[in-house]
């Protein structure tokens, strides 16, 4: 939605980032989203155990350990 991408863009700006949002035709699925995010992590080792994980509903995007990428 616009105001989740106008608060990106903020984060981004505020890393010396450029936020990239594409077309509406591309976000149907968060659980693809999710996916591709997990498999980048495990490719990067980075490895939750099962008990140490958990859902926690108000995770803020700009919160997330990127280790995937340089």
Do not use: H, K
């Not at 989203?33 to 080792?45: S, V």
């Not at 108000?58 to 995937?68: A, G, I, L, S």
């Amino acid at each position: 939605n616009r105001r989740l991408q106008e608060m990106l863009g903020e984060m981004c700006r505020a890393r010396g980032a450029e936020l990239c949002p594409t077309d509406e035709r591309f976000c149907v699925d968060n659980g693809a989203m999710i996916a591709q995010a997990g498999w980048e992590m495990l490719g990067a080792g980075q490895v939750t155990a099962l008990d140490q994980s958990g859902i926690r509903q108000r995770y803020r995007t700009d919160e997330v350990e990127v280790t995937w990428r340089e």
